[in-house]
């Protein structure tokens, strides 16, 4: 098993991509590869001693029909070359997660259309996924797992067929250069959010609230309790009172402020207060040594910077 892993590796090396390279990329024939498959060896050993044996006894009836299979294995080579070439991969990333949930990797596939593709597979290390066209279009996933926050380098990824009769694999490397973001796992359990610490805290209008905001026309729906009778009978028009709720503060996220913790259990709690600004929709500014201030904002772009830029600090020096 070793030995056959290292022989494949060398044979990969040789193999194009040898490197990195942008997307998208389109398979041309120099870029697919055939080999047999263990039962195209089988049928081609069967084929030879078929051949051998008619050839022997000078059976021309089983000469022809050796030589009639042994074409056909010779048009699924080609068959099969035919089903990569020109295929085109436009795309391939994820969504970030926390580190330790998978990484749904999505490969966007386009093909031209007058040629039927099937039977394509995508292969990523031990993991393989389907990947299917559908008028030329389609994707195939792969559920990567990640262990570390940062950015995911992705090696080689093959595009392989089977198709149409079994007897030989044709594939496609590709090698995406974009690698892929995981963002830091959030502590669990951790503490509340800490107490806002924004410049002052936003309101909103409600009709339940505790201050008077200001005065406005009936709108129909409005209940009765807050129409202002008196107001309404000075001016002559139906006044209903509007009130100020507090509806959160700004939440500061401050990477100081975070104390008796190493670095990386200071970037899964400050992951885990983002996910809770987010969640109770207050706005949220994050702070970090040597970068400007994230915010105050909130919304998922905001989270996804505030992640990001957490998923990107300096490992831990032990």
Wanted: hydrophobic share 40%.
């Amino acid at each position: 098993m070793v030995g056959g892993r290292g022989w494949r590796r060398r044979l990969e090396g040789w193999a194009r991509p040898r490197g990195p390279e942008p997307l998208p990329v389109r398979f041309d024939r120099r870029r697919v590869y055939v080999l047999p498959t263990a039962f195209g060896l089988f049928f081609g050993a069967l084929l030879l001693a078929m051949g051998v044996g008619a050839l022997n006894y000078n059976n021309n009836p089983a000469l022809l029909l050796c030589l009639l299979l042994a074409g056909a294995a010779n048009t699924s080579l080609l068959a099969a070359h035919l089903q990569l070439t020109g295929l085109s991969i436009d795309a391939i990333g994820a969504e970030p997660v926390p580190a330790g949930i998978p990484l749904q990797v999505r490969v966007h596939a386009n093909a031209p259309p007058g040629r039927e593709r099937r039977g394509l597979r995508v292969d990523h290390g031990e993991l393989s996924t389907s990947l299917s066209l559908v008028d030329g279009h389609g994707q195939g996933v792969l559920s990567i797992p990640t262990e570390r926050r940062g950015w995911l380098e992705l090696d080689r990824v093959r595009i392989s067929t089977t198709r149409p009769l079994g007897l030989a694999r044709a594939w496609a490397w590709v090698w995406p250069e974009t690698p892929l973001l995981v963002y830091p796992a959030p502590e669990v359990h951790g503490p509340p959010l800490p107490v806002g610490g924004g410049e002052h805290a936003r309101m909103r209008a409600h009709p339940a609230g505790e201050e008077l905001h200001h005065l406005r026309r009936y709108r129909h729906g409005d209940p009765r309790r807050s129409i202002a009778w008196k107001p309404s009978a000075r001016r002559g028009v139906l006044l209903v009172r509007e009130y100020e709720q507090p509806r959160g503060m700004d939440v500061l996220l401050d990477w100081q402020q975070v104390h008796g913790l190493g670095d990386e259990a200071r970037i899964r709690r400050l992951a885990h207060w983002v996910d809770e600004a987010e969640r109770e929709g207050r706005r949220s500014t994050l702070l970090l040594p040597g970068q400007p201030p994230i915010g105050p904002a909130s919304g998922p772009a905001h989270r996804h910077a505030c992640l990001r830029a957490l998923a990107l600090l300096p490992p831990e020096r032990g």
